[in-house]
């Protein structure tokens, strides 16, 4: 789930007293199954996906749609990048953002943020409004806003209404299973939560506590990608491992480094095979690239995050929010390298 609004407290309210992020859990948490009886049946059309560009929980379920072939089966509308204290909102008719479907909510004419959806489901909500939500448009009703439960309905519940070369991509092989699990528990607690926990920190040892076990969970992912056949993290095939690795480390070099102080490294000049995985995802597989935005990533983290850019709510009132520029480009051509690896694999 992203971080976004609740109806308690402010949005920015994401540190406990201690100074240590706390993630909220997600509240809808219902299953599609293809299952006789099931509440919520596969069916095409029935289902709207609404994400945002800059999220990297929804990003998940970008890139899973793509890779089976759900395109025609779930439609999906993104949201501004600019989240404040209402949370996420819908772009206007007249805004031209990058990227496809960034647009008003085709399916509730007067809603204007997320939050209003929830609000039409159960007008006593009390939780937070996220993405990605997972929208039933025959009930009305929110069928989940956990990311990592949508893309496993994704896996397996829709290959009845798809082509056979999409239901022949598993994400989750049954033999790979026990391994995926194992990485998914110190890839999400250290680096795709641990990367938040660094830069939501409101105290230097609650930051410490979080940035050191993200770079040694780093340089675990590295040592594994070192020593895996590749290209992917479990070998020749695109696995869920690879999905949720892949959303952190894109946003780590444009927005991690500096605008979560996670500047112990960066993937570009310290982690080689980490980096060679990442462009290889991003430049060669079109679910990655496709649905990778950096003008999203870079302005929602920097523009909406009040608390950590003080620049950006000195200035707020002028309009003159500040947003880094580098580094450039957002991702290297597979074909290049920064000059200090340059360098260094010419001596080698």
Known sequence: MSLNGSTGGKITDWADKSGEFKRGQSQFRKFIS????????????????????ACPWAHRTLITRKLKGLEDVIPYTVVHWHML??????????????GENVSPDPNHKDVVYL????????????GRFTVPTLYDKKTGRIVSN?????????????????????????LFPGALRKAIEETNAWTYDHINNGVY?????????????????LFENLDRAESHLQSSPGPYYYGKNITEADVRLY?????????????????????????????????KLYWDVPAFGDTTQ??????????????INPNTLFVLMAKQEITPIGPKPD????????NAVRTSLRKA
């Not at 204290?85 to 990058?98: C, M, V």
């Not at 946003?251 to 990442?278: E, M, T």
């Not at 991702?331 to 920064?338: A, C, F, G, H």
């Open 115 to 126: 939050r209003d959806i929830y609000f039409k489901v159960d007008p006593e909500y009390k």
């Open 197 to 213: 926990k660094a830069g939501f920190a409101t105290n230097q040892q609650a930051y410490e506590k979080a940035v050191i076990p």
């Open 331 to 338: 991702i290297l051509p597979k074909s290049d390298e920064v």
């Open 247 to 279: 959303t952190t480390i894109v946003r780590f070099d444009p927005v991690y480094v500096q605008h979560f102080k996670c500047n112990i490294r960066d993937i570009r000049s310290g982690y080689p095979a980490l980096h060679k995985w990442l462009r």
């Open 85 to 98: 204290e209402k949370g996420w909102r819908f772009a206007t008719a007249d805004e031209k953002l990058p």
């Open 34 to 53: 293809r299952d006789p009886g099931s509440e919520f049946p596969p069916e095409k059309d029935r289902y709207h996906l609404y994400v945002s560009y």
């Open 146 to 170: 956990e990311s990592s439960e949508i893309i496993r309905m994704f896996y397996y519940e829709f290959d009845e209404l798809i082509p056979e070369r999409f239901k022949e991509v598993d």
């Open 294 to 307: 950096f003008e999203h990533i870079k302005n929602h983290y920097t523009k909406s995050h009040h608390q």
